[in-house]
């Protein structure tokens, strides 16, 4: 009698954990699948905290620039204005250029194209919010309405984001929905763009990558 | 347990159903091709998977014509999303025990 009933909790907790494992090849082939078909859940986690520390060494030049120089107002075609537009576009360059590398490289060692149906919808999806507010600040700073850029920054970035996360899983669009917050409370405390800036730019994307890293680059 | 259990949705106990409902998550459509590509499967048996799934009307297909030739274009229906996560987190609750 003991014996049987033995015997069938041995059977019963066998097929449990042969059912568990085949639970844990289920997840496995999901998140496999869901990063061959879609790029962008590894372009996240490590790009995302190199982009964030770009970001934070970026502000600390421009801190650095403006704070040594008080002669020349932070103007549209002053000497310093040209500096920090010049900063930025290495803080962007730096973090898309790392983002490309990090990613092509895993996709090479998963023997997959880069350069896919997917990533083209997700680029192009990304690129409409973000260039029209690039070229949206732009046309304000050449009206000498320089007041706003950080938070017009944040809220445009976040909105590609949030266009973007159409083509993943996971954060993105939280992390895109964050940005817009912050740059709409941004836009209520005007001196204080710069702080909001480092905040939306470098402590975020740290965040989010260490995130994005724990979660599903581990 | 038995809770669990129940979240378990026997539609997607399938690993080529699995397989359409990941890529038309994190797509916002895909076509036969790139799905029988994606999966590697025969043209018939992805057929059937694909009319399992909309019959319960977790995915919904399009018909239309690109250069005259036809083309099926698969997404994802708003009950699929949700029945989708509701699975993956029942799977992932059961590893944990």
């Known amino acids: 009698m003991r014996s049987t009933k033995i015997k069938h909790n ?11 494992k085949d639970y844990l090849k289920d997840i496995t082939e999901i998140k496999n699948i869901m990063n061959r078909s879609s790029r962008f859940i ?3 986690g490590l790009s995302g905290i190199l982009a964030g520390i770009y970001a934070l060494i970026g502000a600390a030049v ?8 008080d002669r020349e107002q932070l103007i549209l075609g002053s000497t310093i204005f040209n500096y920090i537009l010049i900063d930025l576009f290495f803080v962007a360059f730096f ?3 790392t983002a490309i590398i990090i990613t092509t490289r895993k996709a090479k ?39 706003l850029t950080g938070s017009l920054m944040l809220i445009f970035y976040g909105l590609a984001l949030v266009n973007a996360s159409k083509y993943t899983i996971g954060y993105i669009r939280y992390l895109g929905i964050t940005e817009i917050i912050l740059g709409l409370i941004c836009a209520m405390l005007p001196g204080y763009g710069f702080w909001f800036w480092v905040a939306g730019f470098g402590f975020l994307h740290i965040i989010y990558g260490a995130l994005m890293f724990y979660k599903y680059e581990r | 347990m038995k809770n669990i259990i129940d979240n378990i949705n026997k539609a997607f106990d399938h690993r080529i159903r ?4 990941s890529i038309l998550m ?4 895909a076509d036969f091709k790139m799905l029988k590509e994606m999966l590697g499967v025969t043209d018939g048996n ?9 019959k319960e009307e977790y995915i919904r297909i399009e018909k239309q014509f690109i250069e005259r030739k036809p083309n099926t274009r698969y997404s994802v229906t708003k009950n699929g999303k949700v029945a989708f996560e509701k699975h993956i987190e029942a799977l992932e609750k059961l590893i944990k025990k």
């Open chain 2, 26 to 29: 994190v797509n916002e459509y």
């Open chain 2, 46 to 54: 992805l057929a059937s998977h694909v009319k399992a799934l909309e």
């Open chain 2, 18 to 21: 699995l397989g359409i409902m």
């Open chain 1, 62 to 69: 421009a801190y650095y620039l403006v704070l040594n120089n």
């Open chain 1, 42 to 44: 590894s372009l996240s």
């Open chain 1, 10 to 20: 041995f059977v019963f907790q066998s097929t449990f954990n042969m059912d568990s």
């Open chain 1, 109 to 147: 060692k998963n023997g997959e194209n880069f350069w896919d149906t997917s990533s083209k919808r997700l680029l192009i999806n990304f690129l409409i919010p973000l260039v029209t507010g690039a070229v949206y600040i732009l046309i304000k700073l050449s009206s000498h309405h320089h007041g």
């Open chain 1, 95 to 97: 973090s898309i250029v």
